[in-house]
């Protein structure tokens, strides 16, 4: 590949030397050992040995006593497990849907040559460079019964105004939805803006020449044609869910309660603070193959069909 | 022809106070003001004295403006028996960061550069899969992964023992933590800078073997004075990505050094005590001070940093 460009004979030639540039290449494989290794032995050995170490019934350290699919059994049996589930059905449906109605109602309207676009946008985005941790704390403030919405609110004047999330078993999961859309939303907008910007100009003249209103061209003919971005961001969004930990942790570490468990706190209980590994690899295990339903569909029409990335 | 269409065409004529315009602006203000209520209640609650708060509410603007929960918080906020504030956190986190910082930059950018320019067999495999392992959930590697730190440890131990050396430890230490943050930045970070070095003139690279440069020849002095916007980005997606992180914080580290972000964590949400929200907030707003201000001064740059994750390579 280096040589071409130069005449044909030596092209040929080049290829047919071709194991002197193995040598050569030495160079560049061993500076991807750290890559190499890190591929064979955290993302492949690490999952791998995850898996396998989920049918044993490890307690406080891996041994290798098998014990079939028990500890998954024992999983589907627990409760708490059960609700978290539950509970990532619930927050991961609903933080899918918004994310990506609001990610594009904003994407929208910020593409409508606004001025102040560049404000809008570094305020709307400002929450994704924060953690989970900061987020969450700030909500579980704002939230707080006592000082925040619910109080100002009753001091409105309806004194019988409830909005309690994060002490309220039924609605908590809503509280730290309103966190996670804040903090998220910037981001899925960022994402459908640059696939709107990246949309020929002569669509919209097409689209004014036929008589459709703004909002139905968006809605009826850039939706679909996005459907990469789109597509992208089901993807970032998805991956997202399913790891959702430290916003928990921060705003209710999973109260009150049980009833804002999530899959990724049980598995961290179980491997870190009660001593039962076997119960938290075969809960990880289950995360991995959630993460890859979404992911290997994904992987398969984004990368199947061309064998270069 | 041309004064003739001149209306209809180019960019629609509106008057400033038209109804759309007047809802879209109303609506994008709303949602702008929602967005930025959580910086303005973090920023007034920690203004104000302990008895303010409990007269108001979260959105009431301080009568009174005390900086004295932003020195506690800072200096003398509890967790557990450490009662030196959020300091000892930051600067864990600073010596957390610096070295994660360079190390998964020289690692990624020499990954990115040999994937794009010498590939090798399997070069395209191994990128797959560290791009697949990006979203592999990291709770599935994390015990395993204390055990490849431990080993790594007593590996380092028998090495260093033979050169007479004391013993190395790497799990439950700073550098652990680095190593981890280097691995889990690996995957975008090589694809950020993949992506750059292809999408650099092939010639460039042509003319630079025809002259005899190697695989350091040509990274040192030509790819790396090109790629210095891209550095800039990766740095941008780094400082925050690692300021941020908590899960490998509370795993791999020990409570002395545990990062700013756990820190915080076990100061607000520590059961012992009378809440003090003001110093909360304060150190909420401290904790959220350095990716704030990284993301505010970088403007596009960061936004070009979450898109390259996204674009596909």
């Not at chain 1, 290829?15 to 890559?35: D, E, F, G, H, Y």
């Not at chain 1, 036929?210 to 003919?221: C, D, L, P, R, S």
């Not at chain 2, 302990?50 to 108001?56: A, C, T, V, W």
């Not at chain 2, 992180?245 to 580290?253: A, H, S």
């Amino acid at each position: 590949m280096a040589e071409a460009g130069l005449t044909k004979p030596l092209a040929t030639e080049g290829r047919a030397v071709r194991p002197v540039r193995l040598l050569r290449n030495a160079t560049s494989k061993v500076a991807s050992i750290p890559m190499i290794a890190t591929v064979l032995v955290i993302f492949i050995g690490c999952s791998l040995w995850t898996v396998v170490y989920s049918f044993t019934d490890s307690k406080l350290l891996p041994r290798e006593r098998w014990v079939g699919l028990d500890q998954y059994e024992r999983l589907w049996t627990t409760d708490r497990w059960l609700v978290s589930i539950g509970n990532l059905a619930v927050f991961g449906l609903l933080s899918m849907v918004f994310s990506l109605v609001i990610g594009f109602a904003l994407a929208a309207m910020l593409d409508r040559k606004i001025r102040f676009e560049n404000a809008f946008r570094t305020i709307i985005l400002y929450p994704f460079a924060l953690s989970f941790i900061v987020t969450g704390l700030v909500w579980q403030w704002i939230l707080n019964p006592d000082f925040g919405v619910q109080k100002v609110v009753r001091d409105l004047g309806w004194t019988s105004f409830t909005f309690d999330p994060l002490y309220t078993d039924s609605i908590v999961i809503y509280g730290i939805l309103i966190a996670a859309l804040w903090q998220g939303t910037g981001l899925v907008m960022c994402l459908m803006l640059a696939g709107i910007r990246g949309i020929d100009e002569d669509i919209w003249k097409a689209s004014r020449v036929e008589g459709i209103g703004v909002w139905k061209t968006y809605v009826v003919i850039i939706i679909p044609m996005i459907r990469p971005v789109i597509v992208t961001a089901v993807v970032i969004i998805a991956s997202g869910i399913v790891k959702v930990y430290d916003l928990v942790v921060a705003q209710t570490s999973g109260g009150p309660g049980n009833s804002s468990q999530m899959p990724a706190l049980y598995v961290m209980d179980k491997m870190f603070l009660s001593q039962n590994l076997a119960q938290g690899f075969a809960a990880s295990t289950m995360m991995l193959v959630t993460v890859a339903i979404v992911l290997i569909p994904w992987a398969y029409l984004e990368f199947g069909g061309k064998s270069r990335g | 022809m041309a004064d003739l269409t001149a209306g209809p065409r180019g960019p629609k004529p509106r008057r400033a106070f038209s109804t759309p315009n007047i809802v879209l602006y109303g609506t994008l203000i709303i949602v702008a003001a929602y967005y930025a209520l959580p910086l303005y209640v973090m920023i007034v609650t920690s203004l104000k004295t302990m008895p303010e708060i409990r007269l108001g509410n979260v959105f009431s603007p301080p009568i009174e403006i005390t900086f004295e929960p932003w020195v506690k918080a800072w200096s003398t906020a509890c967790t557990g028996i450490n009662c030196d504030g959020l300091s000892r956190g930051f600067w864990n986190s600073v010596q957390i960061l610096i070295p994660s910082l360079i190390l998964s930059i020289a690692i990624s950018s020499v990954n990115g550069y040999a994937l794009a320019n010498w590939k090798y067999r399997g070069s395209e495999f191994f990128f797959a899969v560290l791009m697949l392992g990006a979203f592999i959930p990291y709770q599935v590697m994390l015990y395993p992964i204390v055990l490849v730190l431990k080993n790594l440890g007593d590996g380092l131990t028998v090495i260093s023992n033979v050169l007479g050396f004391g013993d190395v430890q790497i799990y439950g230490t700073l550098s652990g933590l680095v190593v981890v943050h280097t691995i889990f930045g690996m995957p975008i970070l090589t694809l950020l800078f993949r992506n750059y070095f292809s999408s650099l003139p092939e010639e460039l690279f042509k003319a630079a073997r025809v002259d005899g440069a190697g695989f350091w020849g040509i990274f040192f002095k030509i790819m790396l004075p090109m790629a210095l916007p891209i550095f800039v980005v990766a740095m941008i997606l780094q400082v925050t990505g690692i300021w941020n992180d908590f899960l490998f914080g509370v795993i791999y580290t020990k409570p002395d050094i545990y990062p700013m972000t756990v820190q915080l964590n076990n100061i607000v949400n520590s059961v012992q005590g009378v809440k003090e929200y003001n110093v909360n907030m304060a150190a909420t707003l401290l904790t959220g001070l350095v990716p704030l201000t990284i993301y505010f001064i970088s403007g596009k740059l960061f936004v070009r940093g979450i898109a390259a994750g996204a674009v596909k390579g």
